[in-house]
């Protein structure tokens, strides 16, 4: 397996890989990065469907990417997925699947589409005061020394940064900056968590420092994650024959380990309460989601809250990943990430309004018509002075297809779910979905006496806790997370968040696929090369154009520089006079 960019390779298709016809697939769960595998195996590996089997432990497929209505509860969405234009493993999928609602075209195609037909940006990104502008007017507000600290961590190296926490390369010159309450709220990163991630996030999205005051680069789907990439996904697959076998859990997977070679051998099976077992040989690959960030998950209702669930269930993701992990060092440590749900849980939850009566409010806010079709809030909307730290959204409108056209569903949800609440006394994991609503209506300005009643029956809310959902950030180092193929390995590769490659950042739908990718191509010695990640972090204009938004638009002309530096400073221009880098840096406004 290699990696590419340009066009040569993005438009070739790959030869039939020798052997495939005697290869069989087995793919433990059917997240996205477990469907990407199989697509990819189908697609560019030409393997036979019928060979391709999807174990899923649930009754339906998605993972993390849901989108549901559940009878005798309503609508819900565990979570929203913002995406990038360079997302270049995805896009390579995506323009061969075909859409699910227009005929001939693919879903990147209608993707592409609607984005340049609506682009998405905020016009309101955080509020205080119960819905007034909190005026971080797209500033970042970093001090000198601020902005040196980002820097630095910029530039540190990975190695220097295992094992540690945010807060001990940022203090509150960052932490108490707008800079970091865009950031935190947007990715969801809490202060203890991985200073490496951090570092990582930087370098990978550098290109878009300027758009996170207002979400000018991100990108959404038409209707939620499920219905606008999953059942894609589903129908292409099934259209090649492959085989979905769900409430299908799978326990563990037994290897044979020698010194330079290990062999996945058997998959140890639980089906309807039934331990079964299925043997591999080494034309059987089996791709390994291990871990998982929804696991444990659990729903409340209107009038119950969500049970934190944090107890690790055997024949569950972690129960699984232990166990595989327990049998060579190469296979992980899963205890880095799922050992402390307190440090790794926030919560959610999914807003139906049933009336006219809460719409208003949220116009006010986004100032968009919410009923138009187009961008509502463009991004979360963050309460900034929420105990609970709550943000909301609502995307495009219908959020399912099958909604009523005079309901809007939305998306809370808050990193903080041990504090309690501005307006609800009790910590978000207390609450019961009403009182959830009564704590966002409070915070998007209704009156008091209103907002029991409207909470009560002018909308329907799902709370829901996710014990795990941020485990990936914890601290770690070289080692934590298994290689998508491990070294020596024959027949087996591990896909998603918690498997490793030093190409990209997790917790994005881009690493899910990529990791698909790569474990594909690499098993099946396919001669394609897998894209690699957007070069932003290596383009001088990029670094440049960060470097003057992240200090609000200021340039070395605008800074304080003291006497030693601005006598530096001048004497180092001078040198670059009527060059090229002097246009460089006048064109990016350093000077």
Known sequence: MYYSSGNYEAFVRPEKPEGVDRKSAYIIGS??????????????????????????????PGGACDGYEYENLGYVIRGGREMDNHFECMWDLFHSIPSIETEGVSVLDEYYWLNKHDPNYSLMRATVNRGEDAHTDGKFGLSEKGSMEIMKLFFTPDEDLYDKRITEVFDNEVL???FWLYWRTMFAFENWHSAL????????????????????????TKYNQYESMILPMIKYLESFNVQFHYNTKVVNV?????????????????????????????????FITNGGCVENSSLGSQDKPASFKHEIKAGGGWDMWRKIAAQDPSFGHPDKFCKDPEQTNWMSATVTTLDDRIPPYIRKIC??????????????????????????????QPHFRNQPKDQLVGWIYGLFSDKPGNFVKKTMRECTGKEICMEWLYHMGVP????????????????????????FFMPRSAGDRPAVVPEGSVNFAFLGQFAETVRDTIFTTEYSVRTGMEAVYTLLNIDRGVPEVWGSTYDVRDLLNATV????????????????????????????????IEKLLKEYHII
């Open 31 to 60: 997240g996205l990065a477990a469907l990407s595998a199989a697509c990819f195996l189908v697609r560019d590996g030409q393997m036979d469907g019928k060979r391709v089997h999807i174990l899923e432990k649930d009754p339906i």
């Open 176 to 178: 108490n900056s707008n």
């Open 197 to 220: 991630e951090m570092k990582l996030y930087i370098k990978r999205f550098v290109h878009h420092i300027g758009g996170l005051p207002d979400f000018k680069a991100l990108r959404f």
């Open 254 to 286: 037994e290897f044979d380990i020698q010194k330079d070679k290990k062999t996945a051998k058997r998959i140890v099976v639980n089906h309807d309460d039934v331990e079964e077992y299925i043997d591999l040989t080494e034309n059987d690959l089996m």
């Open 367 to 396: 100032q968009r018509d919410p009923f138009s079709g187009k961008v509502v809030t463009g991004g979360i909307v963050t309460a900034k002075d929420s105990n609970w730290l709550l943000s909301w959204t609502f995307n495009r």
């Open 448 to 471: 008091e006496s209103e907002i029991a009643d409207l909470a009560e029956h002018s909308a329907n809310t799902i709370p829901c806790m996710m014990p795990y959902i941020t485990a």
């Open 549 to 580: 938004k992240m200090n609000d638009g200021k340039g070395l002309s605008d800074m304080d520089l003291g006497l030693k530096r601005k006598i530096a400073l001048k004497e180092a221009l001078k040198k670059v006079d009527g060059t090229d």
